[in-house]
């Protein structure tokens, strides 16, 4: 069993940045065995996808949307999942909710059924 709490969300003016944090932890959680990635969803639309690392595929695919302005990252360290979002846009407003798996295919990181862990969800909201 995987738990993942989100922390770092908040209200931010356009332009701004943010920086998201995912501390995973339960037996065996590891990055070189699991999967992770950042999902979105907005009020009244599906959840996105938004970026992945699978260190063990050694892909890190990012949201078209999102690219050149978030970055994910993991610090091994801490098992801890993070996600630089700059160059903030009111479009980007939404619940940010990390999630994790074993044995995911590199073709299978982009969609949320992939993934049977997931954090609660932090709040974004980027004013205009």
């Known amino acids: 069993q995987v738990q993942l709490v989100e922390s770092g969300g908040g209200l931010v003016q356009a332009g701004g940045s943010l920086k998201l944090s995912c501390a995973a932890s339960?037996?065996?959680?590891?990055?070189?065995?699991?999967?992770v990635a950042w999902f979105r969803q907005a009020p009244g639309k599906e959840r996105e996808f938004v970026a992945a690392?699978?260190?063990?595929?050694?892909?890190?695919p990012v949201a078209d949307a999102v690219k050149c302005r978030f970055t994910i990252s993991g610090d091994n360290a801490k098992n801890t999942l993070i996600l630089q979002m700059n160059n903030l846009k009111p479009e980007d407003s939404a619940v940010y909710s990390c999630?994790?798996?074993?044995?995911?295919?590199?073709?299978?990181?982009?969609?949320?059924?992939?993934?049977?862990?997931w954090g609660q969800g932090t709040q974004v909201t980027v004013s205009s």
């Open positions: 999630t994790a798996d074993r044995g995911v295919l590199m073709s299978q990181l982009r969609s949320q059924s992939a993934y049977d862990y």
């Open positions: 339960g037996s065996g959680f590891s990055f070189g065995r699991y999967a």
């Open positions: 690392i699978s260190r063990r595929t050694g892909s890190t």
